[in-house]
């Protein structure tokens, strides 16, 4: 199967420009992984065993955004450990599943957002939530905290996301489980859980506060 972004295009479409208002203008550059029949088939599967969805794609329908960390240096090595399809290295992880993980966006230090799936590919980036949340990397850690561009560039790509799909929650990595017992929750095993800390509550308040006017679902309480 081929990758659901040919890299033979690249070159002629290395990015896109979108307005995200009359004064400001993002720049959205392609950098896809790699998309081929194994990716797809271990993505449907997981939307099965892990979320109970029966579906002949591996897509989601998005109303939330989820803004994570990489714990990574460096937008190379970062696009490196998401590209191939299936996951090394993490135990923690490879019980549920050999998909790798991944997410649909990833920023760089300077802001600049990168495309790794379209939007509504679906990508395992949240337990629980991954069949109806967008994935944004930030590079950055917790001894690399993310920088104000950063927070520019995840406004300005929430705003467009909010525009295409009913956007309802954004929500750092680090509160996924608050929607525990949730109408939104979905994973079958109630021990399948890891501790997160990314991107950190400083972070996710400056941003929320920053998309105050879209009128945006509070995270629920524990």
């Given at each position: 199967m081929k990758c659901l972004f040919p890299k033979i295009l690249l070159a002629a479409f290395a990015s896109v420009l979108f307005s995200c208002s009359p004064q400001a203008t993002f720049r959205i550059i392609d950098k896809p992984i790699t998309w081929n029949?194994?990716?797809?088939?271990?993505?449907?599967?997981?939307?099965k065993d892990r979320h109970g969805l029966e579906q002949n794609t591996a897509s989601i329908k998005p109303q939330m955004v989820v803004v994570h960390w990489t714990a990574i240096n460096n937008i190379e090595v970062t696009f490196d450990v998401f590209d191939p399809p299936t996951l090394g290295g993490r135990a923690d992880l490879t019980g549920a599943s050999n998909l790798n993980v991944s997410s649909q966006f990833l920023i760089d230090r300077d802001g600049t957002i990168f495309r790794l799936l379209p939007d509504t590919t679906f990508a395992r980036h949240t337990i629980g939530l991954n069949y109806l949340a967008i994935g944004v990397e930030n590079v950055g850690s917790d001894d690399m905290p993310l920088t104000k561009k950063q927070l520019q560039a995840n406004e300005a790509l929430i705003r467009y996301l909010k525009r295409k799909y009913p956007i309802e929650y954004v929500i750092g990595h680090h509160e996924y489980q608050n929607?525990?017992?949730?109408?939104?929750?979905?994973?079958?095993?109630?021990?399948?859980?890891?501790?997160?800390?990314?991107?950190?509550?400083?972070f996710m308040n400056q941003l929320r506060k920053n998309l105050s006017d879209l009128n945006l679902k509070p995270v629920p309480k524990l």
């Open positions: 029949a194994e990716r797809e088939k271990l993505s449907i599967q997981y939307l929607f525990q017992g949730t109408e939104l929750w979905k994973e079958a095993d109630p021990n399948y859980r890891t501790v997160k800390t990314d991107p950190g509550d400083k």
